[in-house]
């Protein structure tokens, strides 16, 4: 396995904090200096801790270039930007048509998939929306979908109300999509350590950053229940793998409306743990 693991002498101190860090102790000190374990080196899961631990920048890992990360903890928002962002994050159900740049929306994803997963496998896709007309034609589709589960009685008891989404976009209100330019799903394959969790924990992480950037988003169940009824495999559509884990869709694009002040609802459930 060739991690491209190199060391700058010029910057390296020797404190060995990559040696002490690693997870799967894949690095030791040899001749003053880190250096990969032969015998270890198999069970690098590429976590790049060594990059980022390193307070000189010295270590470098497959192929990075310590100076294009990010400095920490100068970076980081603090502890009241954080309270706030995740206070304030509200659920956007009213969108300005016009849809984001698509590069806005890579480089979200791009920072989204930093997001942790199961032995740091990083299988996760993200299907996502970018171009209003596709976004046009995929609600359309959908609702036809939906239009014929009803007239075909294919609704469970639980999945009745569909008949009265029908109804308002029939009527010009589109309860589903909300008119949201853009989609987001995740997935990841089955085969993972982990995919239930590996979608969530990125889906959640592109809603506070969306919201740390005025884009507004909103967690659809919806769409997925719509999917179960409709005869044509939606999923495929998207171009999902059938072998993958399917989570929730997350609409998202600039809101059409603005929040001046966080909610309060603090009553947190809380399970106090002391152990005799």
Not at 5 to 32: K, S, W, Y
Not at 219 to 242: H, Q
Not at 264 to 270: G, H, K, L
Request: net charge neutral.
């Amino acid at each position: 396995m060739d991690l491209h693991f190199t060391i700058n002498r010029d910057l390296c101190i020797q404190c060995g904090a990559c040696v002490a860090d690693c997870p799967f102790h894949i690095i030791e000190m040899a001749d003053d200096l880190p250096a990969l374990n032969p015998a270890r080196v198999h069970h690098c899961i590429r976590c790049q801790h060594c990059l980022a631990v390193c307070p000189t920048g010295a270590l470098s890992i497959c192929g990075s270039n310590p100076e294009h990360s990010m400095p920490l903890p100068e970076s980081l928002p603090s502890g009241r930007q954080m309270t706030a962002l995740i206070r304030g994050r509200r659920s956007v159900r009213h969108y300005l048509p016009e849809p984001l740049d698509p590069g806005v929306i890579d480089d979200m994803l791009r920072t989204v998939a930093n997001a942790p997963t199961g032995k740091n496998k990083q299988q996760c896709l993200f299907t996502v929306i970018d171009d209003r007309e596709t976004m046009v034609r995929f609600r359309r589709e959908t609702m036809e979908g939906l239009r014929q589960a009803v007239a075909g009685k294919r609704l469970s008891e639980g999945l009745s109300y569909f008949r009265h989404v029908v109804t308002a976009w029939d009527q010009g209100r589109d309860i589903i999509f909300r008119d949201a330019p853009h989609l987001l799903l995740v997935s990841a394959p089955q085969s993972v350590a982990t995919p239930d969790a590996d979608l969530l924990i990125a889906m959640s992480s592109f809603d506070l950053l969306a919201a740390s950037m005025g884009i507004g988003t909103l967690w659809n169940a919806m769409i997925r229940w719509a999917f179960s009824v409709i005869e044509t495999d939606m999923y495929r559509r998207l171009g999902i793998p059938d072998d993958h884990v399917k989570g929730y869709a997350l609409l998202f694009g600039r809101p059409a409306v603005q929040y001046h002040r966080t909610v309060q609802r603090d009553q947190a459930q809380i399970n106090r743990v002391q152990l005799a």
